[in-house]
């Protein structure tokens, strides 16, 4: 049975799911879906480390696979699902490609560029303002980053 168009949870899941990929790879973990006519039309996770790219978000991975399954590096309509709030990097693609909506889980107090450390998402000098939800399953996605980097500082 597939995922309901606007079931934010269900999304997130599937979201959270590509965030763990991330971390199997030794990426941290966040992982983004982008939606579109109530389907998944791309999906990504971080990989920086891999790709040796300091661009390579789950968020921009995604968005640059919808734009070539859409034929358009405008993403109108449709909703990006992330399990981090996403930094000013991604937003400024997310108002540029003007997805019709954000739904992120954790906060990211200190980059977070939607309503944390800077407030893009209605930003007057952009373009385009951003629909946006925050708090999506952010226990779960908060305890992934957070066991992440605990994890990580033992290793040293």
């Known amino acids: 049975m597939g995922i309901k168009p606007l079931d934010d949870t269900a999304w997130m899941r599937h979201a959270y799911r590509l965030a763990q990929r991330a971390e199997q790879q030794g990426e941290v973990p966040v992982g983004a879906v982008l939606v579109f006519n109530g389907q998944c039309i ?3 996770w971080n ?3 891999i790709d040796s790219d300091p661009t390579a978000h789950a968020e ?3 968005m640059r696979q919808a734009g070539k ?3 358009n590096y405008r993403l109108t309509d449709s909703t990006l699902y992330v399990t981090l709030e996403p930094c000013v990097m991604c937003m400024g693609a997310i108002a540029h490609a003007r997805i019709a909506r954000l739904v992120f889980g954790a906060l990211d107090p200190k980059r977070g560029a939607v309503c944390s450390a800077l ?3 209605g930003a007057d000098f952009l ?3 951003v629909d946006w939800q925050g708090g999506v399953l952010a226990d779960s996605c908060g305890d992934l980053l957070r066991d992440f980097f605990r ?3 033992k290793q040293k």
Request: charged content about 15%; proline content about 5%.
């Open 42 to 44: 791309a999906e990504g």
């Open 47 to 49: 990989t920086p480390i």
């Open 60 to 62: 921009m991975m995604a």
């Open 69 to 71: 399954v859409l034929n």
């Open 119 to 121: 407030h893009l998402a």
């Open 127 to 129: 373009n385009h303002q």
């Open 151 to 153: 994890a990580r500082r």
